[in-house]
């Protein structure tokens, strides 16, 4: 094996610095497909965000005058709710879905045997993978204004009909799918701190919680934050739990975006939406690579 | 402070931490649990746990229903051409960019994963707002461009990053006792990223199979794919045969977990840059 490391041979298309053929060519099919059928489609939706809306016709017309009046649209109370709405809820299901995670990833790293570790690991796999529908029906069923709940709720004297408990319930939707990608994600960062760091605190007399709190927790922060922005994005752009869970009482911008083009057909304002979503989720993302200098994939 | 403080200090912080994880984890299950539990319920109505009786009166219900069997015949199909289409098309993009340093490549790379970063109902209402203008309105076509175009980056992303992982002197070694590139790639390289391309087509064809964000903006009247039919349905009415669907569902999920134990592992599944943003 040694002889062969020693021989200075590369592979022949590294040798070239400028794209070789074969390169090119496996690489043509992907660009082609990227380039087609999704970056003509968002430059086609930034130029329908900037023309004019005919109330009654369905999308605009071709010679449209362009106009930043879709813009404008947003700058409006209703509009402000909603995005208010969106961010409220998100942060609050990313705080505490890290709250929830970063023990639940501890103790599969530091305290569980591997058997526990492997099922553990296999549930939260499988929660990731679950059906985002499922999901959904599944927290409908249990905790929804006709659920199985209801009884309990109705005797703590909950309304499971009042906002505050459908903006609860759309919130634990989130953290539902929240937590286990936390958990997934904090998993290499518990792994990356020396254990021997805090079991010298604990031997040189700190109470446990004073020993993370002092220790495990500031060593894990940017892994804490880039969890935290990931869920974020992720709830940022749910469309599904907000759409069910939330009745059309709680709107989040993704549904917004779906009402414009279903139920008024101002296909120009719906397309202003989504582009004030799609530069909130990259103000978000690239927040995330700021707290964390970029490594190559997989590394 | 001393010991005995500290002591019980600790004791109470681990208890409450057990505490807390039995919470998280009842939280995590018991949505599900009550789901299948209630998908065999005999009852009519949507009554108190458990179930007095059990039947399979929601699953007869749910074969007999017409959209079911459009939808799940639709999105079966869509799912299978669109993950075929991007274990070809991502597994020579994440090759090519895996052959060595050229000018662009972290350009490229950030290309190919973008369609991740944008919000799947923009990716949607954009795709529509395109494809009728060029005047694509077949529902089939316009489903299989949504799909391909939020599923593609898992495989490029999978292949990738097992590719990074492998042993590159395998492939040398190959090279230096004479085989060409191309018997390199095929008997070398393709097999060590095999486990990479395996957690990718799962990964795309979970995805599309569950999409709703997209589909909904893509679906004709009579070509719509079962997540789409269910929801439309769930907002319609609320009955137990989605409770049966939903357990069909969870059993597909915990089919493709198998898959991916069997081939890959859950261990380098951690380590293939999935759950890193």
Known sequence: ?299 | MNGTAKRRSDQVLGGAMIAMLALVLAFLVTPLLVTCLLAFDARSFLGPLPPPALSLRWFEKLVSLDYVATGLATSLKIAVLTTVIDVLVGTAAAVALDRGSFRGRGLLMAAFLSPLIVPAVVIGFALLLFLSRIGIVDGFTRLLCGHVVITLPYVVRTVLASLTGRDRRLTEAALVLGATESQAFWTITLPLIRSGMVTGAVFAFAVSLDDVAVSMFLTDPTTYTLPVALVSNMRASFDLTIAAAAVLLMAVSALLILVLERFVGFDRLLGQGLFRS
């Open chain 1, 1 to 299: 094996m040694s002889a062969v490391t020693a021989i200075p041979l590369r592979k022949p298309a590294s040798a070239v610095p400028a794209l070789g053929r074969t390169t090119l060519l496996l690489l043509a099919p992907g660009l082609l497909l990227l380039f087609v059928i999704f970056a003509l489609p968002l430059l086609g939706l930034a130029l329908e965000s900037l023309k004019q809306y005919v109330p009654g016709r369905v999308g605009s017309a071709t010679d449209a005058p362009l106009t930043l009046e879709n813009y404008r649209e947003l700058a409006t109370p209703s509009f402000a709710g909603v995005l208010y709405e969106t961010f409220k809820l998100s942060a609050a299901a990313a705080l505490t879905g890290l709250l929830a995670a970063f023990p639940l990833a501890y103790c599969i790293v530091r305290r569980f045997s591997p058997r526990q570790r492997a099922a553990c690991i296999g549930l939260l796999v499988m929660l990731v993978l679950l059906s985002m529908l499922v999901r959904t029906y599944a927290l409908e069923l249990a905790f929804g204004s006709v659920g199985i709940a209801r009884p309990l709720l109705l005797a703590l004297g909950i309304s499971p009909t009042s906002r505050w408990y459908i903006e609860t319930l759309v919130g634990a939707g989130l953290l539902h799918a929240i937590v286990p990608i936390c958990t997934l994600t904090l998993l290499g960062t518990i792994q990356n701190i020396d254990p021997r760091l805090c079991d010298a605190a604990q031997s040189l007399g700190a109470p446990a919680w004073k020993a993370h709190l002092g220790i495990t927790v500031p060593l894990a922060l940017p892994g804490l934050v880039s969890a935290f922005l990931i869920a974020m994005t992720f709830a940022i752009s749910a469309f599904v739990i907000p759409m069910v869970l939330g009745k059309g009482r709680v709107l989040f911008l993704s549904n917004t975006i779906y009402t414009r083009f279903s139920d008024v057909a101002n296909y120009p304002s719906g397309a202003a939406v989504s582009i004030v979503m799609l530069v909130i989720s990259l103000l978000a993302l690239s927040l995330v690579s700021l707290v964390r200098p970029r490594k190559g994939a997989g590394s």
